[in-house]
């Protein structure tokens, strides 16, 4: 996981000494940073933003880095990354969850007391099968239907659909003579 400093990116491309990511403006000169570092990653890399030394963020700097960071991550835009958020508080969870609930959007996050949360907006299928993969760690399409008891295809489209979503990772594994698809935690 790449850890990418949120209040460095501040520093650096606004050059104030505010702490605080305010305004729309602002908000798309520290994503067009973001958006130069992320696409120079691997695939299959694991982009986290570090909240943790930024005081607020408003809704439409949320909107303009979050919301259009995960929309143009699931357009493809750079390649097969995951971005995450970590350190957050619960003020900066508020205007970032409402950001990306109106673009109907979700994202793993991690609060700064380390607990894991999913943010933005989630059918509750795909919520509990989520909350599975987050408690096991792994899962194949098997895996999930003998959990769940659920039809094979059914379990398949939910995993495809998280991975779609860019909130799990997928690989394939050689399990007894044949490949099968791994779904895994962020």
Not at 119 to 147: C, F, Q, R, V
Not at 172 to 184: A, T
Request: glycine letters at 8%; hydrophobic letters at 40%; proline letters at 0%.
């Amino acid at each position: 996981m790449t850890v990418y400093n949120l209040y460095k990116l501040l520093k650096e491309e606004l050059k104030n000494g505010s702490n605080d990511l305010v305004t729309r403006q602002s908000g798309q000169i520290i994503r067009e940073r973001i958006e130069r570092d992320i696409i120079k990653e691997k695939d299959g890399s694991v982009v986290a933003l570090d909240f943790s030394k930024i005081g607020i963020i408003d809704y439409s700097c949320a909107d303009e880095i979050v919301a259009k960071l995960v929309s143009r991550l699931l357009g493809g835009e750079y390649g097969d990354k995951y971005i995450t958020l970590v350190g957050l508080n619960e003020n900066q969870k508020e205007n970032i969850e409402v950001a990306l609930e109106r673009k109907n959007l979700a994202i793993m996050a991690e609060m700064r007391n380390e607990k894991k949360i999913l943010l933005g907006s989630l059918n509750n299928y795909l919520k509990e099968t989520l909350h599975l993969i987050l408690k096991k760690g792994k899962i194949s399409a098997k895996d999930l239907s003998e959990i769940m008891k659920l039809e094979a295809n059914t379990s398949g489209t939910r995993l495809l659909n998280l991975y779609k979503k860019k909130l799990v990772k997928r690989g394939d594994e050689m399990v007894n003579g044949g490949k099968v698809w791994m779904y895994e935690k962020i």
